[in-house]
C-alpha cells in the first residue's frame, strides 16, 4: 500500500508532473516519499544521487536515469530543500527525522 501524497508535499508532485525537468516518471513517488517521509533505501540510486555521490548515482542508475542526470542536477539545485540534500549527512539526517511529515509532529 502506498503511502498518501501530504498537502506539504503536493507542490513537489505538479513540479514532477511538469515538463521543466524530465525526472523519469518511476522516480516519482520515490522523490516524494522522501520529502514528504524521509523514505530511501541507503544503496540505492536515490541515495547516492541526494547525497552528491556522482560516481554512486551513475553506477546504481539505471538508463533512464542516466540520461536525466542533468534534470536531475537542476531539479535538486531549484526544488529540493537544501537541508534534505547535498550530503551523505544531510539525506541520514532527513531520513532520521521523517522528512517534511516528521518535522510537523
Not at 34 to 44: D, E, F, H, K, T
Request: include cysteine; glycine fraction near 10%.
Amino acid at each position: 500500500m502506498m503511502t498518501p501524497v501530504p498537502a506539504s508535499a503536493k507542490h513537489l508532485v505538479e513540479v514532477l508532473e511538469g515538463k521543466e525537468y524530465q525526472i523519469p516518471t518511476h522516480m516519482h513517488r520515490g522523490i516524494v516519499d522522501y520529502i514528504a517521509y524521509g523514505l530511501c533505501g541507503n544503496r540505492s540510486f536515490m541515495f547516492s544521487l541526494l547525497s552528491n555521490d556522482l560516481v554512486g548515482a551513475f553506477g546504481k542508475a539505471d538508463e533512464k536515469n542516466v540520461a536525466k542526470m542533468r534534470h536531475w542536477a537542476s531539479f535538486l539545485y531549484n526544488e529540493m530543500p537544501p537541508i534534505a540534500w547535498g550530503s551523505e549527512e544531510k539525506v541520514r539526517a532527513w531520513i532520521a527525522r521523517g522528512g517534511i511529515e516528521g518535522q510537523s509532529k
